[in-house]
């Protein structure tokens, strides 16, 4: 595995559709350990790292192709372009006040300062009693909240992967997928036939995996606890009628503070109320921190459960440069923690201002900057942000978001929209990119 947090959830993913494209039973041995390469928590429970040494065997009429296709990706790191064990590749400005001190250190996760009142966000924990039900219903009950979750996340990937990027919308298919994991449905649908309340049964046949993934050496694995439990209240929240509850401020530009965060929650974070955020658990390779650095929030994470004890309205810097929650700080400690946050804005703003110069290479070749959008609003904020032009306009969005087919009068209309908007740079159009991971109900193709 020469992934270099290894063969964690993304990577394990790519490895799972790979390995579903084939009849072939295909599986993982690391150590003692052998597992179905076509379920993800079943990846995840090897704890591979960086260096660890593993082997693929299939079974079946297509095994050879299944095996080399699969031996390539893994040698190429399954499709994964970036590590994420490092919030930034430059020191961290070592601010601290003069007089107050610390009232609670954890793990640098995003970098940045700010000032402002606590707000502590406290979730409702899903709690389900095991209780006789029938079958029959349980069953649908269950299939249906699976479907509903399954066509939020796509949602969500869709939205996350225009705001933030593939890399990190990449994370809720990792969630996709775990709904899709055979191991972890019939398991839930053998308990539901035994009588058992449908809620129930998938709480208790997630658990499991969570407590197993918890035991895992490496950090980076065990993190990935937070993700199926992330899944597992999206499912149940659908099952019992339960409305998601964002983290929020009232309104109020705050400082969140959280025993933890579900990639979820952190993608649904709003940049102008939530100032940053400090977590008891969690750590700098958690999806919430991946999340919580493309959107610019500074963040700290495995502070402690004592910062879950800080009364509301209190008034904090939270210096995610250095890991460190100061409260109720002077007033001169305020100005200065402010002056190093509107030192570090300036700066990015005189990166922003130099977005429209040609990109350059050192030895003079020129690099084209081309965007990719769904949307004409797309359209206009790439090109703000220096795009030389669109490189890739997907259609497919035309027709997931309408619920039908669009006209051709329609379709017509946004790419010459599309065009304006673009004001003569160069716009590529692609042609209608349907099936796979995006299916379209109203148009009926088969799988």
């Given at each position: 595995?020469?992934?270099?947090?290894?063969?964690?959830?993304?990577?394990?993913?790519?490895?799972?559709?790979?390995?579903?494209?084939?009849?072939?039973?295909?599986?993982?041995?690391?150590?003692?350990?052998?597992?179905?390469?076509?379920?993800?928590?079943?990846?995840?429970?090897?704890?591979?790292?960086?260096?660890?040494?593993?082997?693929?065997?299939?079974?079946?009429?297509?095994?050879d192709e299944a095996l080399a296709v699969l031996k390539d990706a893994i040698e190429s790191?399954?499709?994964?372009?970036?590590?994420?064990?490092?919030?930034?590749?430059?020191?961290?400005?070592?601010?601290?006040?003069?007089?107050?001190?610390?009232?609670?250190?954890?793990?640098?996760?995003?970098?940045?300062?700010?000032?402002?009142?606590?707000?502590?966000?406290?979730?409702?924990?899903?709690?389900?009693?095991?209780?006789?039900?029938?079958?029959?219903?349980?069953?649908?009950?269950?299939?249906?909240?699976?479907?509903?979750?399954?066509?939020?996340?796509?949602?969500?990937?869709?939205?996350?992967?225009?705001?933030?990027?593939?890399?990190?919308?990449?994370?809720?298919?990792?969630?996709?997928?775990?709904?899709?994991?055979?191991?972890?449905?019939?398991?839930?649908?053998?308990?539901?036939?035994?009588?058992?309340?449908?809620?129930?049964?998938?709480?208790?046949?997630?658990?499991?995996?969570?407590?197993?993934?918890?035991?895992?050496?490496?950090?980076?694995?065990?993190?990935?606890?937070?993700?199926?439990?992330?899944?597992?209240?999206?499912?149940?929240?659908?099952?019992?009628?339960?409305?998601?509850?964002?983290?929020?401020?009232?309104?109020?530009?705050?400082?969140?503070?959280?025993?933890?965060?579900?990639?979820?929650?952190?993608?649904?974070?709003?940049?102008?109320?939530?100032?940053?955020?400090?977590?008891?658990?969690?750590g700098p390779t958690s999806h919430s921190a991946i999340i919580a650095r493309a959107m610019?929030?500074?963040?700290?994470?495995?502070?402690?459960?004592?910062?879950?004890?800080?009364?509301?309205?209190?008034?904090?810097?939270?210096?995610?440069?250095?890991?460190?929650?100061?409260?109720?700080?002077?007033?001169?400690?305020?100005?200065?923690?402010?002056?190093?946050?509107?030192?570090?804005?300036?700066?990015?703003?005189?990166?922003?201002?130099?977005?429209?110069?040609?990109?350059?290479?050192?030895?003079?070749?020129?690099?084209?900057?081309?965007?990719?959008?769904?949307?004409?609003?797309?359209?206009?904020?790439?090109?703000?942000?220096?795009?030389?032009?669109?490189?890739?306009?997907?259609?497919?969005?035309?027709?997931?978001?309408?619920?039908?087919?669009?006209?051709?009068?329609?379709?017509?209309?946004?790419?010459?929209?599309?065009?304006?908007?673009?004001?003569?740079?160069?716009?590529?159009?692609?042609?209608?990119?349907?099936?796979?991971?995006?299916?379209?109900?109203?148009?009926?193709?088969?799988?």
């Open positions: 595995i020469i992934n270099p947090t290894g063969l964690h959830a993304r990577p394990a993913t790519e490895l799972v559709t790979i390995a579903k494209r084939y009849q072939a039973q295909v599986r993982v041995r690391s150590g003692e350990l052998v597992v179905d390469a076509k379920s993800l928590v079943n990846l995840l429970k090897l704890g591979a790292v960086k260096g660890a040494a593993i082997r693929v065997s299939a079974n079946g009429d297509d095994a790191g399954l499709g994964e372009e970036e590590t994420h064990a490092a919030p930034l590749n430059r020191d961290r400005l070592n601010w601290q006040p003069k007089t107050t001190v610390a009232y609670a250190e954890g793990v640098p996760a995003s970098d940045g300062i700010v000032v402002g009142p606590i707000c502590q966000h406290t979730p409702k924990e899903i709690k389900v009693d095991d209780s006789p039900s029938s079958p029959t219903s349980g069953k649908k009950q269950f299939k249906n909240a699976v479907e509903a979750a399954h066509k939020e996340l796509t949602k969500l990937y869709d939205e996350v992967k225009v705001r933030l990027g593939s890399g990190q919308a990449s994370i809720f298919l990792v969630h996709a997928e775990f709904l899709q994991d055979d191991e972890l449905l019939q398991e839930t649908e053998k308990l539901i036939a035994e009588k058992h309340n449908a809620a129930w049964a998938w709480q208790q046949t997630i658990q499991i995996r969570i407590d197993q993934l918890k035991k895992l050496d490496d950090p980076v694995l065990a993190g990935r606890a937070m993700d199926l439990s992330d899944v597992c209240q999206r499912v149940l929240r659908h099952m019992l009628g339960i409305a998601d509850v964002s983290p929020s401020t009232s309104h109020i530009p705050s400082v969140l503070i959280a025993d933890d965060l579900t990639p979820s929650d952190t993608a649904n974070l709003d940049p102008d109320l939530i100032l940053g955020f400090i977590t008891a658990k969690g610019g929030i500074p963040a700290i994470v495995a502070a402690g459960e004592g910062v879950l004890q800080i009364e509301n309205q209190t008034n904090c810097i939270l210096d995610g440069f250095n890991g460190k929650l100061y409260l109720s700080p002077l007033q001169e400690e305020i100005a200065s923690a402010q002056e190093l946050h509107e030192e570090v804005e300036r700066q990015l703003n005189a990166d922003f201002t130099e977005r429209l110069f040609s990109a350059n290479t050192t030895d003079g070749h020129n690099v084209e900057v081309f965007a990719n959008v769904n949307r004409v609003a797309d359209a206009v904020k790439a090109i703000e942000y220096g795009a030389e032009g669109v490189g890739l306009m997907r259609t497919e969005f035309l027709f997931l978001e309408s619920g039908k087919t669009p006209t051709e009068d329609e379709q017509y209309e946004v790419s010459r929209d599309m065009a304006k908007a673009l004001n003569g740079t160069p716009l590529t159009i692609r042609t209608l990119d349907i099936g796979g991971d995006k299916q379209v109900s109203h148009l009926d193709f088969p799988k």
